[in-house]
């Protein structure tokens, strides 16, 4: 048999990153700019100033991008899920009888 060469991709099978956001956290931040969209829009149908408006997103996007990027790289690809499900884990598991740990026989 011939030997066959052949490239190997090095990206497959790891998760999408974009400028230093990892995997959710890109959604994360393209619904929070969706949102702020969304804000500004219903501040200017109001009737406030444009500057005023304008002043108030820039500001909240500096937040948000801030947040993100600090959330991406704390908890990284599956950190953050893992901490919200350590946050649902009961901390004592109490039971009044041993009928759960006892084997059924039929």
Do not use: D, H
């Amino acid at each position: 048999m011939a030997n066959s060469v052949y490239k190997i991709n090095k990206g497959i099978n790891q998760s999408i990153e974009f400028k230093g956001l990892k995997a959710q956290y890109i959604w994360y931040l393209g619904g929070g700019v969706v949102a702020l969209l969304i804000i500004f829009a219903v501040m200017y149908i109001v009737g406030l100033p444009s500057f005023v408006c304008i002043g108030i997103i820039l500001i909240a996007g500096t937040i948000l991008v801030i947040r993100i990027y600090g959330m991406s790289n704390k908890y990284g690809e599956y950190g953050l899920m893992k901490a919200l499900a350590r946050k649902q884990m009961p901390k004592v598991i109490k039971s009044s009888s041993r009928k759960v740990f006892l084997k059924k026989e039929k």
